[in-house]
């Protein structure tokens, strides 16, 4: 057990000192009527539950009743995808970040049966796996390529840490430590090197590794990922960037492949730097952030811009209508990012962290918690053949595929810990949401309708330092303070550092005018285009909110007319905008024949709140009039 | 034998009359100086010998010989993808049509050892496939969804009818009738209706009808198409669009799915209707051509913008970047759009295919002919990771899966078989090229230096209708005739009809100015940009051509500035642009801060022939300044 923190650690606590530490779990309390917090309540309420349901439905639990012999149904075979463990891990962990934030012994029962039938799955030497034990013939760690075996090991390890950390049923950490010793023993004492295609094992082993003090956890992690990129994996048909293995850690610095998998492995390697201290990996991870995060980003926070292969473009291809942007990958990205956070203190890591998590992430699932997108779309065109589940015109209430869906879950269940941090001086507040936030020396309770409302209002009991961070785009921040001393004025993409005694009032008021972003030019696809922002959320318009006749299509936006704000939670816009008859030739001489366009004004929603009402056409990126 | 055309018939005569009956191969010669004729001595000296070398060396003949127990290597087992017996029957079908085409005996010993090792591995009910006759425990036509086996055996029959037409091997005809035989009798007697995942046979069987008079193979080819649309085919993980089985033909107007199959299916629809004049299948074909070329189709001619499953995307999702375009998809296209025009006679379908044969077809080779893109994007940027063969930086010499290169040559060697058609009235001329091209009663010899020259010098003997087709980009063509009349003034977009006597001369002139052409304003990818054409050629700007220190993506064409022509074969452009400095953020404020830019005139070259230096950066579309 890692002591540093008292209470609850969040995920990813270094042991290791590192340039900031998380506040444990039990220190942070997100207000329910805040954004994220009342994300936190749904997932709660239905989003878990709706997993357990779906675990169920889809025969994942189903695959181990039937290898200890108690099948529900008899005569079945293997059910889902090579992966379909892992939707019961995730869920699992879900779980166990639920009872460490609300101490629900809802699932207790649930905990306990599945518990017993790993147990009992479980081979003698620790191995578990229900599509490997399933087949005949199969080999453990055999197939790694394309077995996701250390992928699953690795989910299972991360519910155990999850559901230790909120004090469930003891057994999970047992077997995930019989697996994790099996892994450890197996891969050291490997003649030929071994890696799985998925990377995720290394963050799970360096958590447990975190949790328990076991060393030859963390040293099994760093021997998954100094082997990659030597081609240790056969390349097949994808490619060995798909699987990682294309360069050296080291020398990978641009962001490639498949997208859920370039992130998770950049999280594991952070996590080792943080414990080992190796800053030439710190180097090359900072190098690869400014790859992913600078040239291949999506505005709303998405990650990887082709379905093909799952996978990252070239620089500055980022369709908005072929977007991936897995949900998947938007939580790895955050979880890489918190870890870049620990390491360096630095804000840009927090400010896109807040940008996945208020856009592609909070996009991601509807309202009432219980149908979600895989990819993330900015643009559905009118006629968008939405039949597969590959690109939906709706939110689907499970996938054949369904990584993201508890992967959701157990983000949501933990996300009050990727808030705030600490470090000797006082109190880091990342995220800018109503709560309460306690470090060693202070407590900070945050009062806010952020992000609708730019002021901040934070009361202060204890002493010592208050950062907070002031995002990039609100220039014009101010602040105020009585019982304390604001260090120096407020910085756009910068912590304001205010000095705070007991009984401290400290006030900031962020500049929420609704804003226009254009892109680098070289993102051709949405060339001659704005995005619309106020505060962190990226706005969109649907076709739902278009008069009778008109479509998406025809719309533009005039850049120089007054953008109105509806006073609403969530804020909705109001945007001066033309309306151009549609062209009736796709492709036609140059300059086109002047067309009568009518003067419009149009509604604008935020980007995470879209498609729950009928499908129908939207996008992010308006033209220019 | 289809009586109908003297001599030698090129592909798809249909036996029932038609709007317009294509010319007898025999009675077509294409000068080898002009491109398309030059594009078939390439064809014949180095693409075909490049095909045989490769469906050797990667086993495809091997998978024969294995089966009949003289493997050249011992213990083998099946290589390459399930359809490579179809990578064979394409350059075997290229072959016989280059015998059509020449006469050549160059590969007679190779088709007689074909001709043995098929007539061997043949089964004695008619079945072949070495993928299932070699795979133990595999049924025939078990697996359709994705077997492959009626469209290897449409290959293995469109091979035989060309070898047939070209005086070759005649066992190939025998054994193709054989396995059509057992086609016909095994489907028409189906208990539950069955149709191949990957439409082809259809053209096929009708061809095969066409060559022996055969009825049953018409009724088979009927009942694959009758047959689709109703949920034949488990979807899978593609879905039925992929497998063009989620709507009856009559009823599937958008083009959707996997786009060659779509295409082929479309092809075999239309010689359907050729062949029992059904206008509610002629309906459904124009409904869905204008589906396809009006609203998801390159400029370039190439057909289907998603990687991901070979598929069209949604209406005007066309991006230049990661476009598809596969080669075989524009190859069925013009397959497709020749059988409209034979069904109809209409100047659109005709455009398209010289469309597609100057731009993404003829780019689909190098110069040399022995290097191929499978997909050829219209756009290729700066940083470009061409590792993986799905979207390479330059043109390979074959593929994992080789369908587009032996596909080409199948094309190439019959290309003059779709350059003009006759009627009772007389000839129509639809691919103006430099040529002899006789119908019964009058035969035309063009010069031109097409699509260079916009000068088109015909010399009529014999007397009749010379029909000439007049390009839509064509407004202000000129026409003058000796020894004939000139029935109306040319109209871009139709046909130029001259009433001819023996010896007349017909002189056109084409405006060849350079001309900006903008994309419908719903083709988001290419917003703000234009791309450049002169006649039927487009162009693009290559890296290799702009100064040192310049990429592609700092420039902006100036659309006021004039564009000047390098007198050359092929004709290059001169470009008036400016360049811009990189921007430095993903995203910023709008608007942008101003910037210097400087003047400069870059080089255009015809897309065709690009990459044929080292690999870089390409755009068909440039930005406007």
């Known amino acids: 057990m890692n002591e540093s923190p008292a209470g609850t650690p969040a995920p990813a606590v270094p042991r290791r000192p590192a340039r900031l530490t998380p506040l444990p779990l039990s220190a942070v309390r997100l207000d329910p009527a805040s954004l994220l917090g009342g994300r936190q309540e749904v997932n709660a309420a239905a989003t878990i539950p709706h997993c ?203 962001a490639i492949g498949h997208s859920v998998r370039q992130l998770y492995l950049a999280a594991g390697v952070t996590d080792l730097q943080l ?48 977007a991936y942007a897995e949900t998947c990958a938007s939580i790895a990205a955050l979880q890489w990012s918190w870890r870049l956070l620990l390491a360096t203190g630095r804000a840009r890591y927090a400010e896109e962290m807040e940008r996945a998590l208020l856009n592609a992430i909070a996009a991601s699932t509807t309202a009432d918690g219980t149908a979600f997108f895989y990819s993330n779309p900015l643009q559905l065109r009118t006629g968008h053949d939405g039949s597969h589940e590959d690109a939906p015109s709706e939110r689907l209430p499970w996938y054949e595929c369904a990584c993201c869906p508890p992967n959701l879950a157990r983000l949501l269940a933990s996300v009050h810990g990727y808030a705030a941090t600490s470090d000797a001086s006082g109190l880091q507040l990342h995220l800018l949401t109503a709560g309460s936030f306690t470090a060693d020396t202070l407590t900070v309770v945050v009062e806010t309708g952020y992000p609708w409302s730019g002021e901040v209002l934070m009361s202060i009991r204890g002493r010592g330092e208050l950062a907070v961070r002031i995002p990039p785009w609100a220039a014009g921040a101010t602040a105020a303070a009585t019982g304390a001393k604001v260090l120096a004025e407020p910085t756009a993409g910068d912590y304001l550092r205010v000095s705070c005694d007991d009984g401290a009032i400290v006030r900031i008021t962020l500049p929420m005018k609704p804003r226009l972003v254009r892109a680098d030019r070289r993102v051709d696809a949405v060339r001659g285009c704005v995005a619309i922002e106020r505060g962190p959320i990226v706005y969109c318009v649907e076709q739902a909110d278009l008069p009778d006749g008109v479509t998406v299509e025809q719309l533009a ?46 509604t604008a929603i935020p980007y995470y709140t879209w498609a729950n009402r009928e499908p129908g056409a939207m996008r992010v990126w308006l033209p220019l009039a």
């Open 275 to 322: 414990e080992n201290g190796d800053e030439t990996l710190l180097h090359a991870m900072t190098q690869l952030w400014d790859s992913a995060f600078g040239t291949k980003m999506y505005i709303t926070g998405g990650h990887g811009s082709r379905h093909r292969d799952e996978a990252y473009g070239d620089p500055y291809e980022l369709p908005p209508d072929r």
């Open 52 to 254: 357990v349901d779906n675990i169920e439905r889809t025969g994942v639990i189903e695959n181990f009743r039937r290898l200890v012999g108690v099948p529900a149904v008899p005569d079945g075979s293997f059910q889902g995808m090579l992966f379909a463990d892992s939707d019961l891990y995730k869920t699992l962990e879900a779980i166990g970040w639920e009872m460490a934030r609300t101490g629900t012994d809802r699932w207790a029962g649930l905990l306990s049966d599945v518990a017993e039938l790993l147990e009992q799955v479980q081979t003698p030497a620790g191995y578990l796996n229900t599509r490997v034990q399933g087949t005949p013939g199969a080999e453990p760690f055999s197939q790694l390529e394309h077995s996701h075996e250390l992928y699953c090991a690795g989910h299972l390890i991360q519910a155990a840490v999850a559901i230790h950390r909120g004090g469930g049923d003891p057994r999970f950490l047992t077997i995930a430590r019989r697996f994790a010793d099996l892994i450890a023993r197996t891969f050291t004492a490997d003649a030929a090197p071994r890696i799985d295609g998925h990377p995720e094992v290394e963050t799970a082993l360096i958590e447990l590794y975190r949790e328990t003090g076991e060393e030859s956890y963390l040293r099994a992690a760093e021997l998954q990922i100094e082997r990659r990129g030597h081609g240790v994996l056969p390349p097949g048909g994808l490619g060995s960037q798909y699987y990682q293995d294309h360069l050296p850690v080291r020398a990978a610095t641009e």
């Open 557 to 602: 936006l005039d850049p120089s007319g007054a953008i109105l704000e509806e006073v609403s939670h969530p804020v909705h816009l109001r945007l001066p905008a033309i309306i151009t008859p549609l062209d009736t030739t796709l492709y036609q001489p140059y300059p086109p024949a002047s067309t009568a366009s009518t003067p419009v004004t149009i």
